[in-house]
């Protein structure tokens, strides 16, 4: 364990935490200017540690590691059998770091503890999900032509490819990309959000333990407009994989243009969860809350819009209300706590900007409440938006914290109506007994992936993605593997005489 980690769950706990480097080429590294950065802890506001802060030339540096691993290093040439080796042995290190990784995590996100701790559980399992993917799933076709022709298809690696992450589940998030884009021959540059540094660095440490070869993975930190840039426009590096913000991702789109790029996009979300006065109240009421308060809110697929049938609107509101109230908000390193601090005061201020959005907008705002205790954190209590409209700016635009607007509606058709008013198109979630309205509805709603009568459980041979401003093209199963992680090679083997014109043979 490298950062020696003592008085768990104490507010200086922090302090034992090393500064950060560059994981180029087998090594952790300085980077070239020397520059670095500070990590703060949401729930504190105090620094964590320095960073250092990749720019292009680090990029340079990282590509051409990740390039010479892949052309000449052994990687390319790898058996597969010991390349799942590789990956596997990651998933062992993370399960046996598992406590150190969910605590730095919750460290440097304020995302509680109880839930940091699943999720390296899940990151854990991309990896060997992949190792499975590849060694049973990753085939190609084969067409016979008569007796003329066999022809097939390879899926090979693309080279090297750009991981670009966001900040909100960070760990599991980037191994989502590592994962395949690894275990499916490729090389990787990762550039992790600046906001939550600790984990990508955790996860170079992981991969440097299980002996990966050197430069097959290589981690730059640095903000997104330079070191983020910088992959995203070197020529070398073959595709970009992107979750983020949608405005992001259009920039990223456009700056992959010109070195023709591949790129694969997981953008921001404005779920709908549709309840119907025949739902199962209890159950529809949990998925609910746990849908728009787990991640803290900071969540892509989050409920953030509830609509609620008239029949069963005032019974569900009061439930919503006493919920609210009862939300465990504190230390992220409780284990008992629920909510916990938001991952930076910029974004704290712009989620409490759209509460007051909201109440302009006519809205009852119903919060609970943050100890005082707790004033130098990130925190923004748990929080409805009561007598919303679909229209309203509140309702429109991610929010991307513990807030739901609460929508009424009468009819099926008015409810899908509203839920596809909206630019995203993400997730979406149908609470009824009746069946074949769960269908319908499920069907009807414009977004990548919706659930009936369920809350966002993951099947991982399943697509992930999202439609409409919520992303372009779908990485799980095998869609990471055939659509974005390889390119599909064709070989023709003639296997009979077919004609070939004679051109210019004398007769
Ligand atoms: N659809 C999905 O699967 C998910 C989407 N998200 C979305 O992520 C967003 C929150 O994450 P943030 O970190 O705030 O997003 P962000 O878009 O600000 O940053 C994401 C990453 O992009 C980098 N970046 C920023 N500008 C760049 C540029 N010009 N070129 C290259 N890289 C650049 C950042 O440094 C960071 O690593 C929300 O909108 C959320 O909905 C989050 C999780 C899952
Ligand atoms: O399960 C995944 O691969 C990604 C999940 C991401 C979220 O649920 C989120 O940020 O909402």
């Given at each position: 364990?490298?950062?020696?980690?003592?008085?768990?769950?104490?507010?200086?706990?922090?302090?034992?935490?090393?500064?950060?480097?560059?994981y180029i080429n087998g090594a952790f590294v300085d980077s070239k200017g020397g520059s670095t950065f500070e990590n703060l802890n949401p729930f504190t506001n105090h620094a964590?540690?320095?960073?250092?802060?990749?720019?292009?030339?680090?990029?340079?540096?990282?590509?051409?590691?990740?390039?010479?691993?892949?052309?000449?290093?052994?990687?390319?040439?790898?058996?597969?059998?010991?390349?799942?080796?590789?990956?596997?042995?990651?998933?062992?290190?993370?399960?046996?770091?598992?406590?150190?990784?969910?605590?730095?995590?919750?460290?440097?996100?304020?995302?509680?503890?109880?839930?940091?701790?699943?999720?390296?559980?899940?990151?854990?399992?991309?990896?060997?999900?992949?190792?499975?993917?590849?060694?049973?799933?990753?085939?190609?076709?084969?067409?016979?032509?008569?007796?003329?022709?066999?022809?097939?298809?390879?899926?090979?690696?693309?080279?090297?490819?750009?991981?670009i992450t966001p900040w909100n589940a960070p760990f599991m998030l980037e191994t989502w990309k590592v994962a395949p884009a690894l275990a499916t021959g490729n090389t990787v540059?990762?550039?992790?959000?600046?906001?939550?540094?600790?984990?990508?660095?955790?996860?170079?440490?992981?991969?440097?333990?299980?002996?990966?070869?050197?430069?097959?993975?290589?981690?730059?930190?640095?903000?997104?407009?330079?070191?983020?840039?910088?992959?995203?426009?070197?020529?070398?590096?073959?595709?970009?994989?992107?979750?983020?913000?949608?405005?992001?991702?259009?920039?990223?789109?456009?700056?992959?243009?010109?070195?023709?790029?591949?790129?694969?996009?997981?953008?921001?979300?404005?779920?709908?969860?549709?309840?119907?006065?025949?739902?199962?109240?209890?159950?529809?009421?949990?998925?609910?809350?746990?849908?728009?308060?787990?991640?803290?809110?900071?969540?892509?697929?989050?409920?953030?819009?509830?609509?609620?049938?008239?029949?069963?609107?005032?019974?569900?509101?009061?439930?919503?209300?006493?919920?609210?109230?009862?939300?465990?908000?504190?230390?992220?390193?409780?284990?008992?706590?629920?909510?916990?601090?938001?991952?930076?005061?910029?974004?704290?201020?712009?989620?409490?900007?759209?509460?007051?959005?909201?109440?302009?907008?006519?809205?009852?705002?119903?919060?609970?409440?943050?100890?005082?205790?707790?004033?130098?954190?990130?925190?923004?209590?748990?929080?409805?938006?009561?007598?919303?409209?679909?229209?309203?700016?509140?309702?429109?635009?991610?929010?991307?914290?513990?807030?739901?607007?609460?929508?009424?509606?009468?009819?099926?058709?008015?409810?899908?109506?509203?839920?596809?008013?909206?630019?995203?198109?993400?997730?979406?979630?149908?609470?009824?007994?009746?069946?074949?309205?769960?269908?319908?509805?499920?069907?009807?709603?414009?977004?990548?992936?919706?659930?009936?009568?369920?809350?966002?459980?993951?099947?991982?041979?399943?697509?992930?993605?999202?439609?409409?401003?919520?992303?372009?093209?779908?990485?799980?199963?095998?869609?990471?593997?055939?659509?974005?992680?390889?390119?599909?090679?064709?070989?023709?083997?003639?296997?009979?005489?077919?004609?070939?014109?004679?051109?210019?043979?004398?007769?």
């Amino acid at each position: 364990m490298q950062n020696k980690i003592e008085d768990q769950g104490s507010k200086n706990a922090y302090q034992n935490v090393k500064d950060i480097k560059l994981y180029i080429n087998g090594a952790f590294v300085d980077s070239k200017g020397g520059s670095t950065f500070e990590n703060l802890n949401p729930f504190t506001n105090h620094a964590i540690n320095q960073v250092s802060e990749g720019r292009e030339e680090d990029i340079k540096l990282a590509v051409d590691a990740a390039r010479k691993a892949f052309k000449q290093g052994p990687w390319g040439k790898m058996k597969l059998e010991k390349r799942m080796e590789y990956i596997n042995r990651i998933a062992e290190v993370i399960d046996e770091e598992i406590e150190e990784i969910a605590y730095l995590e919750a460290l440097d996100t304020g995302l509680p503890i109880s839930q940091t701790k699943k999720m390296t559980a899940r990151a854990a399992e991309n990896f060997r999900f992949y190792a499975r993917m590849v060694q049973s799933r990753l085939h190609g076709e084969a067409y016979a032509v008569d007796d003329e022709f066999i022809n097939y298809t390879i899926h090979k690696p693309l080279g090297v490819v750009g991981l670009i992450t966001p900040w909100n589940a960070p760990f599991m998030l980037e191994t989502w990309k590592v994962a395949p884009a690894l275990a499916t021959g490729n090389t990787v540059v990762l550039k992790p959000a600046e906001l939550s540094p600790l984990t990508a660095n955790k996860l170079a440490e992981v991969i440097d333990k299980a002996g990966l070869p050197e430069g097959v993975f290589n981690v730059v930190h640095g903000f997104g407009e330079t070191a983020g840039a910088a992959l995203v426009s070197h020529p070398d590096v073959e595709a970009i994989s992107f979750t983020g913000e949608t405005v992001t991702g259009s920039v990223i789109i456009k700056n992959a243009a010109d070195s023709l790029k591949k790129t694969s996009m997981e953008l921001g979300g404005k779920s709908p969860l549709i309840v119907f006065d025949d739902a199962d109240f209890d159950r529809a009421l949990d998925a609910a809350v746990w849908g728009i308060f787990s991640f803290n809110g900071e969540r892509c697929t989050a409920n953030s819009r509830l609509f609620l049938q008239k029949g069963i609107k005032e019974k569900f509101v009061d439930a919503l209300k006493e919920r609210v109230s009862n939300i465990t908000i504190g230390n992220p390193m409780d284990s008992g706590t629920q909510l916990g601090p938001l991952i930076s005061k910029e974004h704290a201020e712009k989620v409490k900007g759209y509460i007051d959005i909201a109440r302009e907008e006519g809205c009852e705002v119903i919060q609970g409440k943050v100890p005082e205790e707790y004033s130098k954190g990130n925190f923004v209590p748990p929080t409805l938006l009561l007598e919303a409209g679909n229209e309203m700016k509140s309702s429109q635009e991610e929010i991307f914290g513990p807030v739901m607007s609460v929508i009424e509606f009468e009819t099926e058709e008015e409810a899908i109506e509203a839920a596809n008013d909206v630019k995203y198109g993400l997730a979406g979630y149908v609470w009824t007994n009746d069946i074949k309205r769960g269908h319908r509805v499920a069907q009807s709603v414009d977004a990548g992936m919706l659930w009936i009568n369920a809350q966002n459980v993951r099947d991982l041979r399943i697509p992930f993605g999202g439609s409409k401003a919520s992303g372009i093209g779908r990485e799980g199963g095998h869609y990471a593997m055939f659509e974005f992680y390889t390119e599909a090679k064709v070989i023709h083997v003639a296997i009979g005489d077919h004609h070939i014109p004679q051109f210019g043979k004398k007769k």
